[in-house]
């Protein structure tokens, strides 16, 4: 047997004569501060009475016990709970479909319920004796329902059986309590895509809005599977606009998708290019391998690099230099490109040791508006890119956006 707020076997008590006790009564509320050897004389008149308290710090003049902290004790909860098995002067009763009942107390239907309180005034038999119908819900259901309101017990197994229908009841006859247990039962793993549909549309229906998330992110998740179940099928006859609306919904999520894995490809091309463009600077500054300026010494082949891209730049440039038909080959229009690239970001074309970078700067003001907004474009898109990354992404780098 579980109890949903807890059963406690020890009722814990502050200032209980014989335990350690943090309670004083009025003035000696600071004694608890002083040393415990026994003060002097001179020491004593020398410590300033303390000023009064302000009245809501006052200590209280109850008695220690009066302010005992308590706690429902488990054998507190089982008599309740015997109260509600057994029935004692019970003066309402509970009936259901088939006519069963079972034997309640009113006044605590009505304490636990507002709207039983109203059903209860409200329903009276023959002999005027009030009931309380609950109807199209299993009788366990409704036996686990009226013994919470009790005791606040259940078993486990019956929970996870009648867990919709205590949320319904929970929801129509507001029982906070209950409907927070119902939804922990529910968040748990209780959730399939065979009921997924059904749970959604109750969950709807009883605010239960954790619950709801949990059930529309499984759909869209895993919509050709929920879209093959009966519940959907159900649900598509019963209530065609939430199909309409979940169908959108799932359009809307792969849209969303597709979008974000586009992202991230044309992020992945701009820091590609980001790269190549601190291999070409470092090529072209401190020199690389087999290539880079007459005045530095290449390290040669063996020597492994730092930057990803110099190895693929490094054939590039060396079949740049040598191509005899540079402005129809299509391996050196994407050296020309990067070497454009280079100079819209270059911030000091004056000094800077890529080729070319100078003569780019000039061509790009006689370029169309068209042109020229697209070349800029391409630039923010790469510095957007580069600036994701971080500060610290790659401090060993000399950059390019300087």
């Known amino acids: 047997m579980a109890c949903s707020d807890g059963t406690f076997t020890r009722v814990f008590a502050i200032g209980v004569q014989g335990e350690e ?42 008695t220690p016990s009066s302010l005992s902290h308590l706690l429902v004790p488990k054998e507190a909860v089982e008599t309740w709970d015997k109260l509600f098995k057994e029935g004692f002067g019970a003066d309402t009763y509970v009936e259901i479909d088939n006519k069963s009942r ?68 929970s929801h129509c006859y507001s029982i906070p309590s209950l409907k927070r247990v119902c939804k922990e039962v529910l968040d748990k793993g209780w959730i399939n895509k065979e009921n997924v549909i059904d749970v959604f549309q109750l969950a709807r229906n009883c605010d239960a809005t954790r619950i709801c998330c949990v059930c529309f992110s499984m759909v869209i998740k895993d919509f050709k599977s929920v879209s093959s179940t009966e519940g959907w099928k159900v649900m598509k006859r019963a209530n065609p606009l939430l199909e309409q609306e979940l169908v959108e919904a799932v359009i809307e999520a792969d849209t969303r998708k597709q979008e974000r894995r586009r992202k991230l490809e044309d992020r992945k091309v ?76 270059c911030g000091d074309s004056d000094s800077c ?3 070319l970078c100078w003569n780019f700067k000039v061509k790009m003001k006689k370029l169309s508006r068209k042109e020229e907004s697209t070349w800029r474009l391409l630039v923010e898109n790469i510095i957007t890119a580069k600036n994701s990354l971080g500060p610290f992404s790659s401090p060993s780098r000399p950059s390019v956006l300087r």
Not at 44 to 56: A, D, E, G, M, V
Not at 116 to 124: D, E, F, G, V
Not at 272 to 292: N, P
Not at 293 to 315: H, I, M, N, W, Y
Request: aromatic share 10%; hydrophobic share 35%; net charge positive.
């Open 353 to 355: 040791k890529v080729p």
């Open 21 to 62: 006790s943090f309670y004083a009564p009025r003035d000696d509320v600071f004694t608890l501060l002083q040393p415990t050897s026994p003060p002097t004389m001179s020491s004593t008149k020398n410590i300033p009475k303390p000023p009064p308290l302000p009245h809501r710090f006052q200590a209280s003049t109850r």
């Open 270 to 345: 701009y820091l590609q290019l980001y790269e190549a463009m601190e291999a070409l600077v470092h090529i072209c500054s401190e020199g690389c391998g087999t290539i880079g300026p007459r005045d530095k010494a290449l390290k040669g082949s063996q020597t492994v690099c730092k930057f990803p891209a110099c190895k693929g730049l490094e054939g590039a440039l060396r079949h740049f230099l040598g191509c005899k038909s540079r402005a129809s080959c299509p391996h050196c229009r994407r050296m020309w490109q990067l070497l454009q690239l280079h100079s819209c970001i």
């Open 102 to 169: 079972f034997p309640a107390h009113s006044s605590v239907l009505a304490a636990a319920s507002p709207v039983m309180a109203k059903l209860l005034n409200k329903s009276r038999d023959k002999n005027g004796k009030t009931y309380l119908k609950i109807f199209g819900v299993p009788y366990e259901a409704v036996y686990m329902f009226i013994r919470f309101l009790y005791s606040s017990c259940y078993e486990e197994e019956e929970m996870n059986k009648f867990v919709l229908h205590l949320l319904v009841l």
